[in-house]
């Protein structure tokens, strides 16, 4: 009798415990395992997913020419007038 009752509750036990805390967890790892390698193949390549995290370089700021081109140089020439 008692070894009966246990089977039932063990059998109860991977019914509403077991069994759905392993879905939840395959479910979780299917996500992760997708995420990990569409970030190794696609998302790396990304302009926006790089900013995003941080990934992309900056690029250094060059500074920029007094003369720069045809409006500067025909303010200089009304000033010198």
């Known amino acids: 009798m008692a070894g009966g009752n246990l089977a ?3 059998e109860l036990t991977v019914l509403f415990i077991l069994r759905p805390f392993l879905a939840v967890a395959f479910v979780i790892s ?3 395992l997708s995420w990990y390698v569409a970030w190794r193949t696609v998302l790396v390549h990304v302009p ?3 900013e995003i995290t941080g990934l992309r370089r900056k690029k250094p700021v060059k ?4 003369n720069r081109g ?3 140089r025909f ?3 009304q000033a010198q007038r």
């Open 8 to 10: 039932a509750a063990w």
């Open 30 to 32: 299917f996500i992760v």
């Open 63 to 66: 500074p920029k020419p007094l």
């Open 70 to 72: 045809r409006i500067a």
């Open 75 to 77: 303010y200089e020439s």
């Open 48 to 50: 926006l997913v790089q």
